[in-house]
């Protein structure tokens, strides 16, 4: 028997999930799993910065692949997946220069208009298809620029990259998660050597794109003597996203809702949408695989009841928080986008302050559910406009799939039928990538069948 270990790692946590095909079903099991958040330490600049603790996340990669070898399930073949945007700039040494920044950090408060006075926003929309946010790779860059910490690297790799890097010594740039920089050509799909230029970035970090389903190599002797075997890395789509709207059950071009710490609201197109209407629209072109694209915008998701939970020491359970939303019925409105939730300190206050007054707890997770379905509307409403399509499905995977009062609230502003699952759609479309790579499953559509016929997909 064949395994597959897919290693997803989210902003808040990681697991290893270990997949193989039996009597026409694939069949999971989690193995380990790990806590994951930024945190404020001095970073190359001198100051404090919001990072990633790398080190230690390498470490917990390492302690979920010996697991692997206690239950005596060796993988096939492992892969890793994360959010997008972040990365590390590497040394002579192949050291992590300064450590890895976290994306919610202020760092491109500077930068963004500096990058815009010498490649306007409209332009770098026209050429990559990339919607602005403060968090781009494009903006983080000019920081590292700016301090001298570009001038030092001789690597640039995306942090799955990074983390593949590490196990195998072999550096790949995997196209999903690049296409996240807003640095790829959405016609060439390859790195725009125009933006490398005018920005001044080191054009020589930037390399080869390469394919989900790719091998990149085999674990090194050192990390082979820590866990106890030597396994394959195949590339999965290394941006989460990317993962788990290949894992989506979708019936041709379904939208969907990958519903998790951000929701990523979407539709898989042939082709990228560059005009005015879908820039201003908001609309994202991020790559799939074949160099297809996901049309899809960011919203800002799960992230504020997750924050409020922990203001709370988390006291309740998200089950509990459902529960409360349901029996504390409140019309306030707020833009669940707006910058001010992107990293408050505090998210609760932050609430309060936009709605006028002091809410419940059953009255705030109301409010940021029922103003969550109606983002998702809003965001619908924009996608047809953009495709000139009218939908009648909306698929919602990943973990807030469960979470069945925003679905119905989803439902009831959208007026769509709503399926719901897998929920675990991002490490379902990890190992199938390396399943596709490996030559057990033919293609996507083959993985999807499997996907139907083992998972439970639900209809509202």
Not at 52 to 62: P, Q
Not at 241 to 256: C, K
Not at 320 to 345: C, G, H, S, T
Request: charged share 25%.
């Amino acid at each position: 028997m064949r395994y597959y270990l897919a290693i997803d790692i989210g902003a808040s946590s990681g697991r290893h999930i270990l997949a193989h095909i039996e009597n026409g079903k694939m069949v999971t099991e989690e193995i380990y799993r790990f806590q994951n958040g930024p945190q404020t330490l001095k970073a190359y600049d001198g100051k404090e910065h919001l990072m990633w603790t790398h080190k230690r996340l390498f470490g917990e990669i390492l302690n979920g692949l010996k697991k692997a070898k206690e239950i005596g399930k060796i993988p096939y073949s492992v892969g890793i997946d994360t959010w997008g945007v972040d990365y590390a700039l590497l040394d002579e040494n192949d050291e992590a220069i300064g450590g890895i920044y976290c994306y919610r950090d202020a760092r491109t408060d500077k930068t963004i208009p500096c990058v815009h006075e010498t490649v306007s926003f409209e332009k770098l929309y026209e050429k990559t298809g990339i919607q602005f946010a403060s968090f781009n790779t494009v903006y983080q860059l000019l920081h590292d620029k700016k301090t001298g910490r570009m001038e030092k690297a001789k690597s640039f790799l995306m942090l799955p990259d990074y983390f593949h890097f590490r196990l195998t010594g072999v550096k790949k740039q995997e196209y999903t998660n690049a296409t996240t920089t807003g640095m790829v050509n959405a016609k060439t799909h390859t790195w725009d050597t125009e933006i490398l230029e005018k920005l001044g970035y080191k054009k020589e970090l930037f390399g080869e794109l390469s394919m989900p389903g790719t091998e990149v190599g085999e674990f090194t002797d050192e990390v082979a003597s820590f866990v106890g075997y030597k396994a394959k890395v195949i590339l999965p789509a290394t941006h989460d996203t990317a993962s788990a709207v290949l894992a989506a059950p979708l019936d041709g071009q379904t939208p969907y809702i990958s519903s998790g710490t951000w929701s990523l609201l979407g539709v898989e197109q042939n082709f990228a949408h560059t005009s005015e209407a879908a820039r201003k629209a908001g609309y994202s072109n991020e790559g799939s695989l074949n160099n297809t694209f996901r049309l899809q915008i960011n919203i800002m998701g799960l992230w504020m009841i997750q924050q409020v939970r922990h203001e709370l020491d988390d006291k309740y359970s998200f089950v509990e928080l459902v529960n409360m939303a349901r029996e504390n019925p409140v019309d306030y409105e707020i833009k669940v986008n707006e910058q001010r939730f992107m990293a408050p300190e505090n998210m609760t206050k932050e609430i309060n302050e936009a709605v006028g007054k002091e809410l419940t707890v059953g009255e705030m997770a109301y409010v940021i559910y029922n103003n969550l379905a109606k983002c998702y509307d809003e965001s619908l409403q924009a996608l047809e406009a953009v495709t000139g399509k009218k939908y009648e499905t909306l698929n919602i995977i990943g973990g807030g799939s469960k979470n069945g009062f925003l679905n119905e609230l989803t439902a009831k502003y959208t007026g769509k039928k709503i399926i719901t699952g897998p929920a675990e759609g991002t490490a379902i479309g990890n190992f199938m990538m390396q399943m596709v790579g490996s030559g057990e499953l033919s293609g996507v559509a083959e993985g999807r069948k499997y996907i139907k016929n083992s998972f439970d997909i639900e209809e509202l």
